[in-house]
């Protein structure tokens, strides 16, 4: 590993592997206002570039994207997921530990879904932080955005869009604002996420994608 690499890995959590570029989303997604400084964070401004590079560069066959994230900024995240939804090159996505929030889009933004079983995946109503003026143009404004993330992660997955909603806001026959915690085998019965896998499995699937790519 050269000095290039190692300074990569530190500052972004990014590494070049044989054709294979590796990117990690971890802790907070931050966006357009900064994070408290102690907190873990993958930064917005970061990753859009890091995915620019990977489309356009040639030595770049495929791109795997490990995911341990508490969510974050939802605009930010949904940002992402559709810039990775839209790259040529294959995309495999591993959640390891969590993946929730706007985490979630993310994790069904790839060509194939990976998650182990010991992580999870929190699915629930957008929140808004801050302040946060109580008329009807607000509450349809967060409406929309929600509307656009379920639409997202049905568009990518093989879960309803109605079964998203549901599992948004019900636990049982209750209505909730927590929304609903996910295991990695729930979360692949769902359809959610392909299958239950880790690193070795999606290393093997996304070298699958990539031939199959150059020989078409």
Known sequence: MNEDQRNEIKDIGEL???????????GEIEGHQLSAQNSKTTKYEHMIPALARAEYSDDIKGILILINTVGGDVECGLALAE???????PTVTLVLGGSH????????????S????????????????????GVLQSYR?????????????????????????????HIGEQV?????????EQAV????????????EAFAKLQELVQNTSEN
């Open 16 to 26: 070049d592997l044989g054709g294979i570029h590796v990117m990690t989303v971890i």
């Open 83 to 89: 810039m990775i939804a839209s790259l040529s090159k």
């Open 101 to 112: 929030s706007i985490g979630v889009p993310l994790a069904v933004s790839s060509d194939y």
């Open 114 to 133: 990976f998650i182990v079983k010991s992580a999870t995946m929190m699915i629930h109503p957008v929140r808004s932080g801050g302040t946060f003026i």
């Open 141 to 169: 404004n967060i409406e929309k955005i929600q509307d656009r993330i379920t639409r997202f992660i049905s568009d990518h997955s093989d879960i309803t869009k109605d079964k998203v909603e549901e599992l948004m806001l």
């Open 176 to 184: 909730k604002d927590a929304g609903t915690i996910l295991e990695g």
């Open 189 to 200: 019965e769902l359809g959610l996420i392909n299958e239950i896998g880790g690193m070795s």
